[in-house]
């Protein structure tokens, strides 16, 4: 099975603290094992890592720009705000220890700037690809109130979404009227349906925006996005993008108490219709759609790969598993990271997420290892 590696070099006005030496022999050994496929850096667009290129110079091993979208490039330019239905900017704030933050812009009106952010900052770094992060709007971190949006003025003429008086919980256990989960698309109550359509009409439409950018440059492009069965939630629909990529990696982190993490998005679904009680019956209720917890993860990636194949598509899956060791974020352990890779049996790879900076060298023995599959 093929390996990614990303490397986080920091936020855009925050650079990282990165130990070169210790980064160049985790790769090295990767790169040793004839597997590795590509590496992924990004975003501080001040990051050296020329030393990295030099290791990598004639191997074929492809360098691509690790580039959030909808989120984090506000500090280089304007980017309009999720609006509310109270005409209000959405203000919902998450922010890690290492300068990531979770703002998010509304992706009708973001493309543009995106694009005036790569040529500013990014253009002459020499990539082989692009591989597009934050595609998406916020999920349910801040409650029902941070998917209800963007009402602004081009969303409402091009993407109009039900009121939010249209959009009370339906239930305490199953609050979106979830009636069946099929080939990586849910069907819901009329009302949360066109809510989580228009959402994904508005992603889909911006990234086929930039793609067509990023194609005509000749770069190779790939996509973070949530797991199947969380993604249409954040307006990501794999019907729709799965053909605009050459590589995908579904975030399959089931340790991460995070954004993307498994653990944490199960838990702000549930918080978001009524706080703690009845938190647990309605992720379970959720789960349950899905075909329960155990095996989730092999049967999402056997789904996206039955539609690669059933629609002739060349797209690459890559089961994204987290590999990093971050007290009170992720806490790994080799045992999980084997089970992980049993799961991952049918992708066509895997990217070991999210940091090589924070990989433990035996966390690099379990990915050389191998835990099965191709």
């Known amino acids: 099975?093929?390996?990614?590696?990303?490397?986080?070099t920091g936020g855009c006005d925050a650079p990282a603290k990165l130990d070169m030496k210790a980064i160049a022999r985790r790769l090295g050994r990767v790169l040793d094992s004839g597997r590795l496929e590509r590496l992924i850096v990004g975003w501080n667009p001040d990051a050296d890592y020329s030393e990295l290129k030099a290791l990598l110079r004639g191997s074929g091993v492809g360098i691509y720009l690790?580039?959030?979208?909808?989120?984090?490039?506000?500090?280089?330019?304007?980017?309009?705000?999720?609006?509310?239905?109270?005409d209000r900017p959405i203000n919902i704030r998450f922010e890690r220890g290492n300068g990531e933050r979770f703002r998010f812009a509304c992706p009708a009106s973001a493309a543009?700037?995106?694009?005036?952010?790569?040529?500013?900052?990014?253009?002459?770094?020499?990539?082989?690809?692009?591989?597009?992060?934050?595609?998406?709007?916020?999920?349910?971190?801040?409650g029902l109130s941070s998917v209800l949006g963007c009402y602004c003025a081009r969303c409402k003429e091009r993407y109009p979404?039900?009121?939010p008086r249209a959009l009370a919980p339906r239930d305490a256990i199953n609050?979106?009227?979830?009636t069946a989960y099929k080939d990586m698309r849910y069907r819901l109550?009329?009302?949360?349906?066109?809510?989580?359509?228009?959402k994904c009409?508005?992603?889909?439409?911006?990234?086929?925006?930039l793609c067509a950018y990023f194609r005509h440059r000749g770069l190779s492009v790939g996509f973070d996005l949530f797991a199947p069965f969380l993604a249409g939630f954040v307006g990501q629909d794999y019907h729709r993008l799965l053909p605009l990529a050459d590589f995908v990696k579904p975030m399959f982190y089931g340790a991460t108490d995070a954004p993307a993490g498994l653990p944490?998005?199960?838990s702000q679904y549930a918080l978001a219709f009524g706080g703690e009680e009845g938190a647990a019956l309605r992720q379970n209720a959720l789960l349950e759609r899905v075909g329960g917890r155990d095996g989730l993860m092999r049967r999402e990636i056997a789904a996206i790969k039955r539609h690669v194949k059933n629609k002739a598509l060349g797209t690459k899956v890559c089961a994204g598993i987290e590999f990093n060791d971050v007290q009170g974020v992720a806490e790994v352990t080799e045992s999980y990271l084997r089970e992980r890779m049993r799961e991952a049996g049918e992708a066509d790879g895997i990217v070991a997420s999210w940091d090589l900076n924070t990989i433990p060298d035996a966390h690099i023995d379990c990915l050389l290892g191998g835990g099965g599959g191709k």
């Open 201 to 209: 009409d508005a992603v889909c439409d911006a990234v086929s925006t």
């Open 66 to 86: 690790w580039l959030p979208c909808f989120s984090e490039l506000e500090a280089f330019a304007d980017f309009p705000p999720l609006i509310g239905a109270d």
């Open 1 to 8: 099975m093929q390996i990614s590696l990303q490397l986080f």
């Open 161 to 163: 979404l039900p009121q």
């Open 112 to 142: 543009q700037r995106v694009i005036e952010v790569y040529e500013r900052h990014y253009a002459k770094g020499g990539y082989d690809g692009v591989f597009l992060d934050k595609i998406r709007y916020p999920s349910f971190l801040g």
């Open 264 to 266: 944490f998005e199960l």
């Open 189 to 198: 109550d009329d009302e949360f349906q066109k809510l989580f359509d228009r």
């Open 175 to 178: 609050p979106l009227g979830i």
